[in-house]
């Protein structure tokens, strides 16, 4: 298996060969999860710190179970009561984490580039749980190996991505490893909720909803990332799915064995309808959140093989 990677900071670096590296790794893992005995030893004697400076519930239990069933000693640090309240920097935080000496660190930050930046001063892997806008790379590798479990294959595929585009970190890592992977990627949603410039990615936009939805293999729901926006983005939640909202009746538009996604947590009755959230023969959303466990698996194991393997690069 190849991946050179010393951290996971976002999809952008990944080559086309690593990202299959992961996914398959992963998918070992998705298999070993639904034994009985889960265990394993991939890190045993090394520590994890998880910091997530933005709440977070199933990221943060994902990549907690992650190292607990590979055998690392994890930790989890209450950033919202931390230092950082205080005043402290994020150098100092960075200073003071070498002092505990872990060898794989996993972050969340509201700030875009806050991740790499920790990544630049600790003497360990990092793994970006989610950056501001940026990137949330295990997300798009987790919504990658559910794709490729439900369709078969992962390239070639006419991908719908569909909402809140201008928000949404997964919406950036998802087109970057889907277009890696030489899928059709069409963004769906008003014009105040796409980025500009956002053709120049390689993909289509569409405003109309079943347009965008017309034939595609799968559909990938967004939800609406409020606490970001600092303006009117949408007339009303009532409005808003009554024109991007995903029903039946605009599902109909997409291939008849297309799948429905959602990185959750759902807004239902704003982003997605609840019946078609809960149709256990399209919607794969709960495949998802099995598939996060067993990439975030994959991808510290491959992190730590690379820590073990050259450690004085690492701790350079």
């Given at each position: 298996?190849?991946?050179?990677?010393?951290?996971?900071?976002?999809?952008?670096?990944?080559?086309?060969?690593?990202?299959?590296?992961?996914?398959?790794?992963?998918?070992?893992?998705?298999?070993?999860?639904?034994?009985?005995?889960?265990?394993?030893?991939?890190?045993?004697?090394?520590?994890?710190?998880?910091?997530?400076?933005?709440?977070?519930?199933?990221?943060?239990?994902?990549?907690?179970l992650?190292?607990?069933?590979?055998?690392?000693?994890?930790?989890?640090m209450?950033?919202?009561?931390s230092?950082?309240?205080?005043?402290?920097?994020?150098?100092?935080?960075?200073?003071?984490?070498?002092?505990?000496?872990?060898?794989?660190?996993?972050?969340?930050?509201?700030?875009?580039?806050?991740?790499?930046?920790?990544?630049?001063k600790?003497?360990c892997?990092?793994?970006?749980a989610?950056?501001?806008?940026?990137e949330?790379?295990?997300?798009?590798?987790?919504?990658?190996?559910?794709?490729?479990?439900?369709?078969?294959?992962?390239?070639?595929?006419?991908?719908?991505?569909?909402?809140?585009?201008?928000?949404?970190?997964?919406?950036?890592?998802?087109?970057?490893?889907?277009?890696?992977?030489?899928?059709?990627?069409?963004?769906?949603?008003?014009?105040?909720?796409?980025?500009?410039?956002?053709?120049?990615?390689?993909?289509?936009?569409?405003?109309?909803?079943?347009?965008?939805?017309?034939?595609?293999?799968?559909?990938?729901?967004?939800?609406?990332?409020?606490?970001?926006?600092?303006?009117?983005?949408?007339?009303?939640?009532?409005?808003?799915?009554?024109?991007?909202?995903?029903?039946?009746?605009?599902l109909?538009?997409?291939?008849?064995?297309?799948?429905?996604?959602?990185?959750?947590?759902?807004?239902r009755?704003?982003?997605?309808?609840?019946?078609?959230?809960?149709?256990?023969?399209?919607?794969?959303?709960?495949?998802?959140?099995?598939?996060?466990?067993?990439?975030?698996m994959?991808?510290?194991?491959?992190?730590?093989?690379?820590?073990?393997?050259?450690?004085?690069?690492?701790?350079?």
């Amino acid at each position: 298996m190849r991946f050179d990677q010393r951290h996971l900071l976002g999809i952008e670096p990944l080559r086309p060969d690593e990202i299959t590296t992961v996914l398959d790794l992963a998918d070992r893992y998705a298999a070993h999860g639904r034994r009985r005995e889960k265990h394993g030893a991939a890190l045993a004697g090394l520590t994890q710190i998880n910091m997530f400076f933005e709440n977070s519930t199933r990221t943060q239990a994902s990549f907690e179970l992650a190292g607990k069933r590979l055998g690392a000693d994890v930790m989890n640090m209450s950033m919202q009561a931390s230092s950082i309240k205080k005043g402290e920097t994020l150098i100092d935080t960075a200073m003071t984490l070498n002092a505990m000496h872990p060898d794989l660190l996993v972050v969340r930050h509201p700030h875009s580039g806050a991740v790499d930046l920790l990544a630049q001063k600790v003497n360990c892997a990092v793994l970006n749980a989610g950056d501001g806008r940026h990137e949330h790379p295990t997300q798009a590798l987790l919504d990658a190996l559910t794709i490729r479990r439900a369709k078969g294959r992962l390239h070639r595929l006419n991908i719908a991505i569909c909402g809140d585009i201008a928000h949404s970190r997964v919406a950036r890592s998802n087109i970057l490893l889907l277009g890696k992977m030489e899928n059709r990627i069409r963004l769906v949603g008003p014009a105040t909720l796409m980025p500009a410039g956002i053709a120049d990615f390689g993909v289509e936009v569409y405003d109309d909803m079943r347009k965008g939805l017309e034939g595609v293999d799968v559909v990938m729901m967004l939800r609406l990332q409020k606490e970001r926006m600092d303006g009117g983005f949408i007339p009303s939640e009532r409005e808003y799915f009554y024109r991007y909202g995903l029903d039946a009746e605009k599902l109909a538009c997409a291939a008849p064995d297309a799948i429905v996604m959602h990185p959750g947590p759902m807004n239902r009755g704003v982003e997605i309808d609840g019946t078609i959230a809960d149709d256990i023969n399209r919607s794969v959303i709960q495949d998802q959140v099995e598939m996060g466990v067993a990439v975030r698996m994959a991808a510290m194991d491959l992190l730590a093989r690379n820590l073990r393997a050259h450690p004085k690069e690492v701790m350079a």
